[in-house]
């Protein structure tokens, strides 16, 4: 089965700055890889999928980019709302395995 | 608009078993593969089970594989999880997916707790 990393597990940053988060498939995936943001307490939500399409309604500051084994979401503005943990999805074929997760805080 | 209710959550003793629905309205079950994902307390998401928009292919992640069962019935819009021989392992809020225009989820119910325990 095909394995998803994240780095970091957790990061803290400054209210504006540019947070990336790094997925990593052990094989090729194409661009078949989700975001989704899951707010403390909250039902995840889907940010990104295609590795770069963002869903409706999701504030352009959210971006991603990848394709095959390497993929990024990047926030280019952090704001105080964006503290959730982060999860990268592959979708091309079972098991859609999630990330382990990214935490996000405010510093 | 979409929806989706899971109902059928509690606590059951390890052995027991337990049957997860997940009531939907605002598209035709019948139309998308949906999915169920969990999440035990304090950790990450898992992927548990899926079932083809036809109902003729499922899959199941290695960990529930011949103890769940993933199963809809288009005609009440609701999906189903049975799990049998539960495990304290099993502990985890579950929340029913429905796929978006690929096999990603773009829509998740509120999830419900599962608490496996004697």
């Known amino acids: 089965d095909i394995q998803m990393t994240q780095s970091p597990s957790s990061l803290s940053a400054s209210v504006g700055d540019r947070v990336t988060i790094t997925c990593r498939a052990s094989?090729?995936?194409?661009?078949?890889l989700a975001w989704y943001q899951q707010k403390p307490g909250k039902v995840p939500k889907l940010l990104i999928y295609?590795?770069?399409t963002l869903q409706s309604g999701v504030p352009s500051r959210f971006s991603g980019s990848g394709s095959g084994t390497d993929f990024t979401l990047t926030i280019s503005s952090l704001q105080p709302e964006d503290v959730a943990t982060y999860y990268c999805?592959?979708?091309?074929?079972?098991?859609?395995?999630f990330g382990q997760g990214t935490k996000v805080e405010i510093k | 608009e979409v929806q989706l209710v899971e109902s059928g959550g509690g606590l059951v003793q390890p052995g027991g078993s337990l049957r997860l629905s997940c009531s939907v309205s605002g598209f035709t079950l019948s139309s998308y593969t949906m999915h169920w994902v969990r999440q035990a307390p304090g950790k990450g998401l898992e992927y548990v089970s899926a079932i083809s928009s036809n109902g003729d292919s499922t899959y199941y992640a290695d960990s529930v594989k011949g103890r769940f069962t993933i199963s809809k019935d288009s005609s009440k819009n609701t999906l189903y999880l049975q799990m049998s021989s539960l495990r304290a392992e099993d502990t985890a809020v579950y929340y029913c997916?429905?796929?978006?225009?690929?096999?990603?989820?773009?829509?998740w119910g509120r999830g419900t707790l599962v608490t496996v325990s004697s």
């Open positions: 295609a590795a770069s």
């Open positions: 997916g429905k796929s978006g225009s690929n096999h990603f989820i773009d829509y």
């Open positions: 999805q592959k979708y091309n074929t079972a098991p859609r395995t």
């Open positions: 094989q090729g995936i194409s661009n078949y």
